[in-house]
Each structure stands twice: as structure tokens, then as C-alpha cells.
């Protein structure tokens, strides 16, 4: 009965650490942001690993303050980012159907975007015909 007990706690234990564990590699770290022309928004760029920005159309132009400092790739509506340096730190402009959203690119270990989803302020408005 004693080892019962014993092997009850243990598995019990390792379901709880396997189901943590699992949960936790689950978890997407999406991030909603709205292109704001006044602001710029923060993007933090883990060194060695990509972090992909995605806009709700293919921008039409992009400026990358310091292109030593990131590689950029444009793959649709996306842009994908990898820092070169581990203290890298620009700004970057792109530019969606006449309006400019600008960010401001950060390379950071403890805190990091994997996904930035991009949205216009206009969608949330509702449009009312006027005659």
C-alpha cells in the first residue's frame, strides 16, 4: 500500500510538470498592434531568431534605418526580421496604401516578438453612407 501511495504522488507529479511543460510551449506570442502615423511601436527581436511582422496587405515600401543592424525579408504580407548584432537597435518605415507606420526595432533577450500582427485603426470604425 505504501508503494502505491509512492508511485500515485510520482505520477501524479510528472503529469502536472508534462502538462505544464506542454502548455507552455503552446502558448503564440501574436501581438496586435494598430499602424498609429503619430506613434512608433515597439518590436523586440530575440539575437538568433526570427520575428515575423504582418500587415493587413503588401506594403508598399519599406525603410530600414540601419540595414547592418537587421536582415529583413519581404514575403507577402510579411516582413521577417533577424537581428545581426545582439545590441542591434533601428528604426523601420513602412509604407501600406499611402499611410506610414513606423516601429521601432529592438534587439532583447528576456522580452520578444515572434509574431506582430499589424492593423489598421480605420477597420474598427464603422463607415456610415452619407447623402
Known amino acids: 500500500m505504501k508503494y502505491l501511495r509512492i508511485f500515485l504522488v510520482y ?9 505544464a ?4 510551449e503552446a502558448k503564440s506570442s501574436l501581438r496586435i498592434v494598430k499602424c498609429d502615423e503619430s ?19 503588401k506594403p508598399d515600401n519599406v525603410v530600414l534605418g540601419g540595414p547592418r543592424q537587421f536582415a529583413i525579408e519581404y514575403i507577402k504580407n510579411d516582413l ?24 521601432h526595432l529592438i534587439t532583447s533577450v528576456s522580452q520578444f516578438d ?7 485603426p480605420e477597420d474598427t470604425k464603422i463607415k456610415v453612407p452619407f447623402e
Request: charge should be positive; proline fraction near 3%.
Open 39 to 57: 506613434k512608433m511601436i515597439d518590436v523586440f527581436i530575440k539575437p538568433n531568431f526570427g520575428t515575423i511582422i504582418n500587415f493587413p496587405v
Open 80 to 103: 521577417a526580421l533577424t537581428a545581426l548584432s545582439s545590441n542591434a537597435n533601428t528604426n523601420l518605415f513602412v509604407y501600406l496604401l499611402g499611410r506610414r507606420c513606423g516601429f
Open 21 to 24: 511543460a506542454f502548455k507552455s
Open 11 to 19: 505520477l501524479v507529479s510528472f503529469m502536472l510538470v508534462f502538462a
Open 114 to 120: 515572434n509574431l506582430v500582427q499589424v492593423r489598421d
